[in-house]
């Protein structure tokens, strides 16, 4: 049997997922993404990732400013879905969710009853796991609260960063909603109340603000490793540059740094440089070396790029 599917997605994670299905011959009668919209500098229309991939397919495209109005619900229903499958895309109404036969599956980019919300892959490193995975699971009610269907894990080495781990969870992820798909065509698939799972203390993702991402350089050398990390490449961790006498703060955005474990007596928080090829931070535990920033109004640099044109640095702390 096969299903008529809707797929529904916004941003790259879920183009693979989509062309997995594509190219497993399942049938795609349409695709549900966010509306254009004007972006950048320039304030140009920008399209959905979802959205180009689909237009370079032929797929059907709906792009419902809100997901109650009466003429998108119709087109949906016109297109007679026996399945829908959501990945990376918004929060939908019952009247949406629970229209297809089969109800809706979803992809989700945590071990499932573990990180739910908004940013799973953020918070899995900021709180130092060294596993997480995916879930696929049917919508209810309650957000990313659905029965299992499906779950592949895997590892987070030491100094992998979110844009790592995004991208080894969106290829698994792919062949796990194919797998999925398979499964609930053919009528045998497990469906596990995650409230059933043994799991520890359950750890949530909510959505991350400009605060959650300021380094507290007071933190032990760990925390701090895996906050920035774990805000790498997006939204980034960020901290200031405090002149040691008069003068303005220096906003820095930290995307990749290094741990240095060894005793010192430096000052928490003070700067330690050779002025060319490292820029060193004393933390409880050792040092932090930032090889990856972006100084307030430049581009993203190397250590070696930033301290060539910030022939100051001396003159600051943190």
């Not at 695709?31 to 972006?39: G, I, L, S, W």
């Not at 950048?40 to 495209?61: D, T």
Request: some cysteine.
């Amino acid at each position: 049997m096969s299903l008529k599917i809707v797929y529904m997605g916004t941003p790259d994670f879920a183009v693979a997922p989509l062309e997995a299905l594509l190219n497993a011959g399942c049938n795609i009668v349409g695709v549900v993404t966010n509306p254009d919209k004007p972006a950048g500098r320039g304030q140009k229309i920008q399209e959905a990732a979802v959205k180009k991939f689909a237009v370079s397919k032929g797929l059907k495209i709906l792009q419902p400013e809100k997901f109650r109005n009466e003429e998108f619900l119709n087109d949906l229903r016109a297109l007679e879905a026996d399945l829908q499958v959501v990945v990376a895309f918004k929060m939908l109404p019952e009247v949406v969710w629970n229209m297809p036969k089969y109800g809706t599956l979803n992809l989700h980019a945590s071990l499932l009853p573990q990180y739910r919300g908004a940013a799973p892959i953020n918070w899995a490193i900021i709180n130092g796991d060294k596993e997480t995975g995916v879930s696929t699971f049917l919508l209810q009610h309650e957000i990313d609260t659905g029965n299992i269907l499906f779950q592949e894990k895997t590892n987070i080495d030491e100094n992998d960063n979110v844009e790592v781990i995004h991208d080894k969870l969106m290829n698994i992820g792919s062949e796990l909603v194919v797998k999925t798909v398979k499964a609930i065509e053919a009528e045998d698939y497990p469906q596990i109340p995650q409230e059933s799972l043994d799991t520890e203390t359950l750890k949530s993702a909510p959505k991350i603000f400009k605060e959650d991402c300021k380094v507290d350089w007071s933190k032990s050398i760990d925390s701090i490793h895996n906050l920035i990390r774990g805000l790498s490449p997006y939204p980034a961790a960020w901290t200031e540059l405090i002149p040691n006498e008069e003068g303005k703060n220096i906003g820095l955005k930290v995307f990749g740094t290094n741990k240095e474990i060894v005793s010192h007596q430096h000052k928490i928080g003070s700067l330690h440089t050779d002025g060319k090829k490292y820029l060193k931070v004393a933390v409880d535990g050792g040092y932090i070396s930032i090889n990856m920033l972006q100084q307030a109004g430049k581009k993203r640099m190397n250590v070696e790029d930033f301290l060539r044109g910030f022939q100051q640095i001396s003159n600051y702390h943190l």
